[in-house]
């Protein structure tokens, strides 16, 4: 060694001692003061767990119910007139899976129009938000934005505070169009509630601000203003339309004191104080050890015996003899036990501490082991603190005990460090899958939740890269957009696909948070995430049963007017023509009433796949309702003609393909379909105008005789504007006694009068006599024929009455026709029940005729009442026999007297080979079913002649009298039967 260095030890010993107990403590300093810096920054990565779990609850709640409250602002777009109850039902349906939405409002320009529920929340409707000045700003900033708007936590109009989210509406077709919005009231409490705000609050200093979502420009509604102004934790909540912003502190600030820096500041101290008197004392001994040699090794006994005392703990010491009576404590042991140092002296170990230490002191001649335990104590002011207890045996060099010595340590800080890491721990394990990574994408951690969502265990997931998750369904650029727009804001969130371990791709709603260090650098990435697989599998039903017809799957009519208004806009722009084909099937009600429901959706369905079949990818097949279906064409051509002709061909392919056979199960049916077709493209006409002009082509086409093409005739539209005015005349006819009822005579083979059939006139005020041919066919289709029906046979039954008392006219038979709405009327047999009691007519007198079309429709059924009314003595003669499809099996079933012969089989006879042959059958077939055979429209007397010849007993037409009315009718009766009792047969009466 240097001897100028043990000189200069000895010359100053205590400046010596001093400079190196210096060199200690500033190695000590540094290490406790990394140590503090390591407490504060775990204690900020604990918090900012707590704020992303946080963070993740509340934007979730919120993003949930906003994405609900969606589907209500759907549909009020695409229906401006949805009603209250339509409103209702979808509202209940969103608020049931949404507990935390406490009402639901459709808001019509500026007023609260319906709400749900209802009860709690009268005072809402007609509250017009331009009168609420704290929520107006709000509601006019939505409007001019564009954007969904948050408002609050406010207090509400019905009473409570909540967060009102209001999602403007515009026109679907228009988007410059402000409808209104949908404003969705979200129960604050009980938010922050689901969020665990309060134990988040009993955990760490809290503080949101951002009221109406305007960030940090808003204004604090939860927590300390102050937190924002200090070194606190902050995190953002992105919302649509804005966010909130967080704010955290530890209780009490940031604590930098640890287990391990008491450690180093006690020990430093002692470490310090021994170096000095270690340093002091060398220099001393060297000075005496000739001198002081005894004493000198007594010192450095006694020095050695505490030193090893005092390096086993760094909080309280006490030494205790073999017995455990207390010997030596310092003053942390006074402190922490809670004793004085007189009254520690005073007692034993095993008076201290549990019945384990009393068990050890006990065992002085056995081999012991040190004790460790840890204990609880409740100091003088209430406050509990845990101590840890190390009791070590000493023994001397042949292995005999000596003493004991206890070290107390204050581990209070390490269980509530414990506690929170424990509470910590249970916020991490959330119902959303959370992964934390390095700044490169590595994964560090992941909870409960992730494994359960992907099905990657921690231990195959640490360690791996984030493409581990990845499903393929995103290009680069898609990934590329994402982390510039981290790199830009330090977040992201949105909705992708990703694949869990088994393969499955699922859809999640992601959230990415970059956590950054003190240089602002990225020095982690938080990311927390939900499946919404279900919920994007309920999104999907929702718009399929708002825009697909859910027996064909093919678009409704909403979807079809949205399509049809982009096709028109495009058309236009273009300049191509495009086409709508209107398609209605014929006698699709025969097939539902004859073969049931099933059987017509079953129709429907095949139906719908072969028109698709029949056109472009690019075109539309919608079912309108019903057995209607419509097909949009877009972009046929720039020439209307070349355009018309591609309608055309389509149209009569759909048409051939619906006359082919279709199986449906156990029988082939044969189908049909009348069609009609408008072309638009560089006329200015509206939706519902094409629609109407491709409704009325269709109509056209049926009334040509059904499986047919017609195209929109401009024609048309008069002739629809004459049956709309012809409809509203024929309301008022009956009312106003405009109908009235001809007589045509029906005379025996001898000429006699045998009866009349009533013929209905309509004597219109300004058109004059209008034929049946004009409006019977709009009274049926519009019911008018009910009411009108019941007057003819009132009518005639009337005028039986009125004959009765004439001898004349008293057995003649007046023959009323009844239309087949008419008939299959449920109240039918009844109405002619009632009308012959009150009419008192001789039932057999009144004949009815029906068409085979009544009969052949619902057989049973027709049959049935046909024998009811039979009972009642009234007649049935078949009407236009022989045109219809009649079989021997229906003839032979159904109770008629007679059938009449058709005017158009009469009208070329006996010149016409074929019409002369059906007459003779239909007189054969009459006389073998033993019904009597009238023939109508006799004009020559050449026909009756044949007709009589042929086995045909009665005639009706105009070579025995035309329809005329009753008045005229009575007189022609008198006027024959005063020629025939003056037996003057050649006289013939001529009636103009």
Not at 109 to 114: C, K, P, R
Not at 465 to 474: A, E, N, P
């Given at each position: 060694?240097d001897k100028?260095?043990i ?17 200690v403590?500033?190695?000590l ?8 810096e390591?407490?504060i920054?775990?204690q900020?990565v604990?918090i ?5 779990v ?5 934007g979730?709640?919120m993003?949930?119910n ?7 602002a759907?549909?009020f777009?695409?229906k401006p007139?949805l009603s209250?109850?339509e ?7 969103v ?11 459709l808001?019509k320009?500026?007023?609260?129009s ?6 709690g929340n009268?005072k809402i ?14 509601y006019?900033?939505?409007?001019e ?9 406010l207090?509400l109009?019905?009473?409570?505070v ?5 999602i403007?509406v515009?026109?679907h077709?228009?988007?410059d169009?402000?409808?209104g919005?949908i ?9 922050m509630e ?5 134990q988040v609050?009993n955990?760490?200093?809290?503080a949101i601000r951002?009221?109406d979502?305007?960030g940090?420009?808003?204004e604090?509604?939860l927590g300390e203003a102050n ?9 953002s909540?992105?919302?649509p339309?804005?966010s909130?912003e ?8 940031w604590q930098?004191?640890?287990r391990?820096s008491r ?7 002692i470490?310090c ?5 270690l340093s002091?004392?060398?220099?001393i ?12 090794r ?6 050695r015996l505490?030193?090893?005392a ?6 309280g ?6 017995d455990?009576?207390i010997?030596?404590?310092n ?5 922490l036990?809670g ?6 002296y005073?007692?034993?170990l095993?008076?201290?501490?549990t019945p384990?230490?009393?068990t ?5 001649n ?8 840890e204990?609880s104590?409740?100091a003088d002011?209430?406050q ?5 207890l190390?009791l ?8 005999v005990?000596?003493q ?12 509530l460090?414990d ?5 910590a721990a249970?916020?991490?394990?959330t119902e959303e899958?959370?992964l934390i990574t ?8 992941v909870?409960?939740a992730f494994t359960?969502?992907t099905g990657?265990?921690?231990s195959?997931?640490?360690g ?11 290009d680069?650029?898609f ?6 727009e ?7 969130q ?8 088994n393969?499955?791709i699922?859809?999640?709603r ?7 260090d003190?240089?602002g650098?990225?020095?982690?990435y ?7 697989t ?5 999104e ?5 049963l708002?825009?697909?017809d ?10 079809l007017l949205d399509r049809l ?8 722009r ?9 398609i ?8 539902n009433d004859t ?7 079953l ?11 029949c ?7 919608s ?8 097909v ?6 720039e ?13 009569e392919?759909i048409?051939?393909t619906?006359s ?8 082939d049916?044969?189908s049909s ?6 072309m638009f493209?560089a006329?200015a006409v ?10 009325m ?10 499986n ?15 049956r ?5 005349d ?8 405009q109908f009235?009822?001809h ?5 025996s ?7 009349a059939?009533?013929?209905l006139r309509?004597h ?9 041919l004009?409006?019977i066919?709009l ?7 009910l009411?009108i029906?019941?007057?003819v046979?009132e009518?005639a039954c ?7 008392d004439?001898?004349v ?7 009323v026709n ?5 008939f299959?009327?449920?109240?039918f047999?009844d109405?002619v029940k ?10 057999v ?6 068409t085979?079309s009544v009969v052949?429709?619902?057989v ?14 009234v007649?049935f003669?078949m009407?236009d026999?022989g ?6 099996s229906?003839l ?7 059938l ?6 009469v009208h070329?006879?006996?010149d016409?080979?074929n019409n002369?042959?059906i007459v003779r059958t ?10 009597n055979?009238?023939a ?5 007397e050449?026909q009756?002649e044949?007709?009589?010849q042929a086995g045909?007993q009665?005639?009706?037409g105009?070579?025995?009298c035309?329809p005329i009315p009753i008045?005229e ?5 008198s006027?024959r039967?005063a020629?025939?009792?003056?037996d ?9």
């Amino acid at each position: 060694m240097d001897k100028s260095y043990i000189g200069l030890s000895s010359r100053y010993p205590r400046l010596f001692a001093l400079g190196v107990a210096l060199i200690v403590f500033l190695g000590l300093w540094a290490l406790d003061n990394n140590e503090r810096e390591l407490a504060i920054q775990k204690q900020k990565v604990d918090i900012i767990e707590k704020l992303v779990v946080l963070r993740t609850k509340l934007g979730t709640g919120m993003t949930s119910n906003i994405s609900a409250a969606r589907v209500l602002a759907v549909t009020f777009a695409t229906k401006p007139d949805l009603s209250d109850q339509e409103f209702k039902v979808l509202a209940a349906e969103v608020a049931s899976a949404n507990p935390s939405i406490r009402n639901l409002v459709l808001v019509k320009g500026t007023v609260a129009s319906y709400v749900y529920p209802y009860k709690g929340n009268e005072k809402i409707l007609g509250v017009d938000y331009r009168q609420l000045p704290k929520q107006w700003p709000v509601y006019q900033r939505m409007i001019e934005e564009h954007t969904i708007q948050i408002a609050g936590p406010l207090t509400l109009v019905q009473g409570g505070v909540g967060l009102v989210v209001r999602i403007p509406v515009y026109q679907h077709e228009n988007r410059d169009e402000f409808l209104g919005s949908i404003a969705m009231v979200v129960n604050y409490d009980q938010l922050m509630e689901q969020a665990g705000i309060a134990q988040v609050q009993n955990e760490i200093n809290l503080a949101i601000r951002g009221r109406d979502a305007k960030g940090s420009k808003g204004e604090v509604f939860l927590g300390e203003a102050n937190l924002f102004t200090g070194d606190a934790v902050r995190q953002s909540i992105i919302l649509p339309g804005g966010s909130w912003e967080l704010a955290a502190l530890p209780h009490g600030g940031w604590q930098g004191t640890t287990r391990l820096s008491r450690f180093i500041e006690v020990f430093g101290l002692i470490v310090c104080l021994m170096a000095w008197m270690l340093s002091y004392q060398s220099t001393i001994k060297r000075r005496q050890r000739e001198l002081n040699a005894e004493e000198l090794r007594e010192s450095e006994a006694l020095l050695r015996l505490r030193n090893e005392a005092l390096s086993a703990t760094s909080q309280g010491v006490m030494i205790a003899a073999r017995d455990g009576h207390i010997n030596y404590v310092n003053e942390a042991a006074c402190h922490l036990s809670g004793y004085d140092e007189h009254a520690l002296y005073e007692k034993k170990l095993g008076d201290l501490f549990t019945p384990a230490v009393a068990t050890m002191l006990a065992q002085d001649n056995q081999e012991q082991k040190p004790l460790t335990l840890e204990y609880s104590r409740k100091a003088d002011n209430g406050q509990l603190s845990w101590l840890e207890l190390l009791l070590t045996p000493v023994y001397d060099q042949k292995n005999v005990l000596q003493q004991y010595v206890a070290l107390l340590r204050d581990i209070t800080d390490k269980k509530l460090a414990d506690k929170e890491l424990e509470i910590a721990a249970m916020a991490f394990e959330t119902e959303e899958g959370i992964l934390i990574t390095d700044a490169n994408l590595v994964i560090l951690r992941v909870n409960k939740a992730f494994t359960r969502i992907t099905g990657y265990e921690a231990s195959e997931a640490v360690g791996q890269g984030t493409r581990l998750l990845q499903s393929g369904r995103h290009d680069e650029s898609f990934y590329s957009q994402m982390w510039e727009e981290i790199r830009r804001n330090h977040h992201w969130q949105g909705e992708l696909w990703n694949r869990r371990k088994n393969g499955e791709i699922y859809s999640e709603r992601l959230v990415i948070s970059a956590v950054l260090d003190e240089d602002g650098k990225v020095s982690n990435y938080v990311g927390s995430f939900n499946d919404i697989t279900e919920h994007k599998v309920s999104e999907e039903k929702i718009h399929q049963l708002a825009f697909f017809d859910p027996l064909t799957g093919l678009p409704n009519r909403r979807l079809l007017l949205d399509r049809l208004a982009r096709a028109l806009s495009l058309s236009r722009r273009h300049q191509r023509y495009g086409a709508i084909l209107m398609i209605d099937l014929d006698n699709f009600k025969t097939l539902n009433d004859t073969q049931g429901h099933n059987m017509g959706d079953l129709l429907l369905t095949q139906i719908g796949k072969r028109i698709h079949a029949c056109v472009r990818a690019d075109d539309t097949v919608s079912r309108t309702g019903g057995d209607e279906f419509v097909v949009l064409l877009e972009g046929l051509h720039e020439d209307l003609q070349y355009a018309a002709g591609l309608a055309e061909n389509v149209a009569e392919k759909i048409r051939i393909t619906l006359s082919q056979t279709i199986n449906l199960g156990h029988i082939d049916y044969e189908s049909s379909g009348s069609i009609g077709i408008t072309m638009f493209g560089a006329e200015a006409v509206g939706i519902d105008e094409l629609l109407r002009r491709a409704d009325m082509a269709m109509y056209q086409a049926k009334a040509l005789g059904k499986n047919s093409v017609r195209f929109f005739d401009p024609s048309m539209q008069a002739a629809l504007e004459f049956r709309t005015a012809m409809e509203t005349d024929l309301r008022h006819a009956l009312m106003h006694r405009q109908f009235v009822l001809h007589y045509q005579l029906q005379v025996s083979a001898l000429g006699d009068p045998i009866g009349a059939e009533v013929l209905l006139r309509w004597h219109h005020p300004a058109r004059g006599l209008v034929s049946p041919l004009d409006f019977i066919p709009l009274a049926e289709e519009t019911g008018l024929i009910l009411p009108i029906g019941l007057w003819v046979l009132e009518t005639a039954c009337k005028q039986i009455a009125i004959w009765a008392d004439d001898p004349v006219k008293s057995g003649m038979q007046l023959a009323v026709n009844v239309s087949a709405r008419q008939f299959r009327h449920p109240g039918f047999v009844d109405d002619v029940k009632r009308i012959l009691h009150e009419t008192g007519t001789n039932p057999v007198l009144l004949k009815l005729e029906l068409t085979e079309s009544v009969v052949l429709e619902d057989v049973a059924i027709v049959i049935e009442k046909m024998h009811a009314i039979k009972k009642l003595g009234v007649g049935f003669s078949m009407d236009d026999f022989g045109t219809g499809y009649s079989s021997l099996s229906y003839l032979q079933r159904l109770p008629l007297t007679q059938l009449k012969i058709d005017r158009s089989f009469v009208h070329n006879l006996p010149d016409d080979v074929n019409n002369a042959n059906i007459v003779r059958t239909i007189i054969s077939l009459g006389a073998s079913l033993d019904l009597n055979v009238i023939a109508e429209g006799v004009e020559t007397e050449q026909q009756r002649e044949f007709l009589l010849q042929a086995g045909c007993q009665a005639y009706q037409g105009y070579l025995f009298c035309k329809p005329i009315p009753i008045d005229e009718f009575d007189r022609f009766i008198s006027a024959r039967h005063a020629l025939q009792k003056a037996d003057s047969p050649k006289v013939e009466i001529q009636v103009s």
